[in-house]
């Protein structure tokens, strides 16, 4: 079901891009709404890409239960989702373009001695490339990438490390999926969460090099437990509850600084889902997220775990 179909002539393309490596809590739901909200409000698509391009870390059944939990809150993509699982052709001839064009190269260090190194990648195997035969991960030759750039384009990405587009243990990097797919899907708004942000100038300069331009990038606040913990699957943060979605939509309202003070869905009139969807749209203005972590109201019982798991 594909309703409220976005006028073809419309440009803004926007995603949300959950890994299933759990079901969705109160933070990621915040994260899906506003990425909905800025669509809708801006006459946009708006997309779902599974990224399950990380089987070990995948929890059977989540990707589904996502999909299933969006819909229960009423937020209906306009494509088909895109699984990245379908999608290694893709990364195979991305990784193959990198190389051809000699901007990465194979790198063999040893988890010990990455973690020896305090500031980041130091380029060993490209002065000294391992031989053919050791198994190796990819990585980006930072440096030749941005002598393809202009002088001041190239500052923002002079503090990159070489990072790591193929993994050793032979998974595509998020980094590169993320991007080939963003390019293929033509997305031009990411909304996501500010733990992603430092990705971001990383991602910038693969767009560039795939002679591509970057979408616009919007990090929205961390909802953190009364502890100041980030709610993430780690810390097992609960799923959000599909049979209370007015509820659970109304806490991420007022998370994300729509509803504030004293204000109730009684005396601002909104009541079912499409309702409140509808008066969220017409709320929404990008530019007034707040800045800060938010913490979810401490009666929430959708998105903790209960105390006793707490301790
Ligand atoms: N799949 C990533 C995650 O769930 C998000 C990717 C993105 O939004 O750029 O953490
Ligand atoms: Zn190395």
Not at 53 to 69: C, H, V
Not at 139 to 150: A, I
Not at 208 to 233: C, I, M, Q, W
């Given at each position: 079901?594909?309703?409220?179909?976005?006028?073809?002539?419309?440009?803004?393309?926007?995603r949300f891009a959950p890994s299933p490596s759990g079901l969705l809590h109160?933070g990621s739901l915040?994260c899906a709404?506003?990425?909905?909200?800025?669509?809708?409000?801006?006459?946009?698509?708006?997309?779902v890409r599974i990224e399950d391009i990380d089987p070990p870390r995948e929890q059977p059944g989540a990707a589904s239960a996502i999909l299933s939990t969006l819909a229960?809150?009423?937020?209906?993509w306009?494509?088909?989702p895109l699984f990245q699982s379908q999608c290694?052709?893709?990364?195979?001839?991305?990784?193959?373009?990198?190389?051809?064009?000699?901007?990465?190269?194979?790198?063999?260090?040893?988890?010990?001695?990455?973690?020896?190194?305090?500031?980041?990648?130091?380029?060993?195997?490209?002065?000294?490339?391992?031989?053919?035969?050791?198994?190796?991960?990819?990585?980006?030759?930072?440096?030749?990438?941005?002598?393809?750039?202009?002088?001041?384009?190239?500052?923002?990405?002079?503090?990159?490390?070489?990072?790591?587009?193929?993994?050793?243990?032979?998974l595509f990097?998020y980094?590169?999926a993320v991007?080939?797919d963003?390019?293929?899907?033509?997305?031009?708004?990411?909304?996501r969460?500010?733990?992603?942000?430092?990705?971001?100038?990383?991602?910038?300069?693969?767009?560039?090099?795939?002679?591509?331009?970057?979408?616009?990038?919007?990090?929205?606040?961390?909802?953190?437990?009364?502890?100041?913990?980030?709610?993430s699957k780690q810390?097992?943060a609960?799923a959000v509850?599909?049979?209370?979605?007015?509820?659970?939509?109304?806490?991420?309202?007022?998370?994300?600084?729509?509803?504030?003070?004293?204000?109730?869905?009684?005396?601002?009139?909104?009541?079912?889902?499409?309702?409140?969807?509808?008066?969220?749209?017409?709320?929404?203005?990008?530019?007034?997220?707040?800045?800060?972590?938010?913490?979810?109201?401490?009666?929430?019982?959708?998105?903790?775990?209960?105390?006793?798991?707490?301790?």
């Amino acid at each position: 079901m594909y309703h409220d179909l976005p006028n073809p002539t419309t440009v803004y393309r926007g995603r949300f891009a959950p890994s299933p490596s759990g079901l969705l809590h109160l933070g990621s739901l915040l994260c899906a709404l506003a990425s909905f909200l800025d669509a809708r409000a801006n006459k946009g698509a708006w997309l779902v890409r599974i990224e399950d391009i990380d089987p070990p870390r995948e929890q059977p059944g989540a990707a589904s239960a996502i999909l299933s939990t969006l819909a229960a809150h009423g937020m209906h993509w306009d494509e088909p989702p895109l699984f990245q699982s379908q999608c290694h052709a893709r990364y195979r001839s991305r990784l193959e373009e990198l190389s051809a064009a000699k901007l990465s190269y194979r790198c063999a260090c040893t988890r010990a001695r990455l973690k020896s190194l305090s500031t980041g990648y130091d380029g060993h195997c490209r002065r000294s490339p391992p031989a053919a035969e050791i198994p190796a991960a990819t990585r980006l030759d930072v440096h030749r990438c941005c002598n393809q750039l202009t002088a001041e384009e190239a500052i923002t990405f002079a503090e990159l490390e070489d990072f790591v587009v193929h993994r050793k243990d032979g998974l595509f990097a998020y980094q590169l999926a993320v991007v080939a797919d963003d390019i293929e899907q033509r997305i031009t708004q990411v909304i996501r969460g500010r733990d992603l942000a430092p990705m971001t100038s990383a991602q910038q300069l693969l767009f560039k090099v795939f002679g591509a331009e970057p979408p616009r990038y919007v990090h929205t606040p961390l909802v953190v437990d009364n502890l100041g913990n980030k709610l993430s699957k780690q810390n097992r943060a609960k799923a959000v509850a599909d049979t209370q979605p007015v509820e659970n939509l109304l806490v991420c309202c007022r998370l994300l600084g729509l509803i504030d003070g004293e204000a109730t869905e009684t005396n601002l009139a909104i009541s079912g889902l499409d309702d409140i969807l509808a008066w969220a749209i017409s709320q929404w203005q990008v530019n007034r997220l707040p800045k800060e972590d938010r913490m979810a109201p401490p009666d929430y019982q959708g998105g903790f775990p209960a105390p006793a798991e707490n301790l």
